[in-house]
């Protein structure tokens, strides 16, 4: 099986395009996978560390509103579906998979153009323009969630790393305190707004931090890469009083093991974000960020009304706010695991074999169709 997946631009397309392609050698460990991206995405450097091929065709990035490069976008189009039917011809693709975005809308083209079968995968409770249009060439339509509006959906979940995936929390607590130099016995607070951080978060943090560790928790926060000196000066200053109980770290590598050492979260809501947690079965509060369509505020709603989190509004996160939320939170164990076993029912860790069956039976109406 000769497979191309689209899902280029951010960590939300990429990460479940790469489960995916491992999935697939995983089923399939004969099959060709190639990857279509840009030259200004994440894909550049994620892709050929995971191993795989990367194809690239030019960006076609989506206007929010009417602009001057509104008037040049079909152009573009053109020109990225040109580019993107010879990736597809060359290699000759079995199937196209597109996980959104703008590498995703040329390649559902160039696909039609072929008659390459499409399978069409929508992490996002409000699905973009391309996996809008995609979704109406095909009948293979995954989904994240129950409730996503695209024609012919099926709920998959949406494809996690494997060490998400396969994560036994309580079986790796205490290896994961270890690895972040944690106390291996104390309420357990994980901070993270992605890989630059989260301004409005960090601040609401470092405002509530004496409040937290007054009240004997402690505090794993992933701040940023910029904001590294702020949080080390913090962190001293929180050792000085109250022991190493507050670790700092730029970014983390090893999510599995900060999932497993945590009993709770603060973070945005994304796509991806809202997928691992509910996996794990870690409770959170969610604090979505207010940009584009208001997608993750809509990505939290699901595990907040099963019971699994918190919801708090960007403009309204303050560090007051902050600690009001996560001290009773956090001094209650059994709440904590009525929390995580609600958000447990709406993960699933084999979202990225769901996605390659459907894969598998839309690559078999090509051989059927010659």
């Known amino acids: 099986m000769k497979v191309v997946l689209a899902g280029g631009g951010t960590a939300g397309h990429i990460e479940p395009a790469l489960a995916t392609a491992d999935a697939v050698l995983r089923a399939d460990p004969d099959a060709q996978v190639t990857l279509l991206g840009t030259e200004r995405g994440l894909e550049v450097r994620l892709v050929p560390e995971r191993g795989y091929e990367l194809a690239l065709i030019p960006p076609v990035p989506l206007p929010r509103r009417p602009t001057p490069d509104l008037l040049r976008l ?5 020109a990225a579906v040109r580019q993107t039917t010879e990736v597809l011809r060359s290699h000759q693709a079995d199937v196209l998979v597109g996980f959104g975005g703008y590498v995703a809308l040329p390649a ?12 069409v995968h929508e992490a996002n409770a409000k699905p973009g323009l391309a996996n809008r249009i995609g979704a109406r060439f095909t ?3 995954g989904v994240a969630s129950p409730g996503i509006e695209l024609p012919h959906a099926q709920h998959v979940g949406i494809p996690l790393r494997r060490s998400i995936a396969l994560l036994d929390r309580d079986a790796a607590r205490a290896e994961g305190r270890a690895f972040f130099g944690l106390d291996p016995s104390l309420p357990t607070l994980l901070v993270f707004g992605g890989s630059q951080g989260a301004r409005r978060i960090n601040e609401a943090t470092a405002g509530a931090l004496r409040t937290l560790l007054d009240n004997g928790f402690q505090v794993l926060h992933a701040v940023g890469q910029g904001n590294v000196e702020a949080a080390t000066k913090a962190a001293a200053e929180a050792a000085a009083e109250a022991g190493p109980r507050y670790v700092p770290v730029p970014y983390v590598d090893r999510m599995d093991l900060a999932y497993a050492a945590a009993d709770l979260a603060v973070c945005r809501a994304g796509a991806i974000t809202c997928a ?11 604090v979505p960020l207010p940009h584009g369509n208001g997608e993750q505020r809509f990505n ?6 099963a019971g699994g989190g918190v919801l708090v509004a960007d403009g309204e996160l303050t560090a007051s706010r902050l600690a009001e939320e996560v001290v009773p939170l956090l001094g209650d164990r059994a709440r904590l695991d009525a929390m995580g076993a609600s958000a447990a029912t709406l993960g699933r860790r084999d979202a990225d074999d769901r996605l390659v069956e459907m894969v598998r039976r839309a690559a078999a109406q090509k051989s059927v169709g010659g």
Do not use: C, N, Q
Not at 108 to 119: F, K, S
Not at 300 to 305: I, W, Y
């Open 139 to 141: 009948s293979f339509v």
């Open 276 to 286: 691992e947690l509910a996996a794990v079965g870690l409770p959170a509060v969610y």
């Open 74 to 78: 079909p152009l573009r189009i053109r």
């Open 108 to 119: 559902y083209a160039a696909a039609r153009r072929l008659g390459v079968p499409i399978v």
């Open 300 to 305: 939290a709603v699901p595990t907040v009304s």
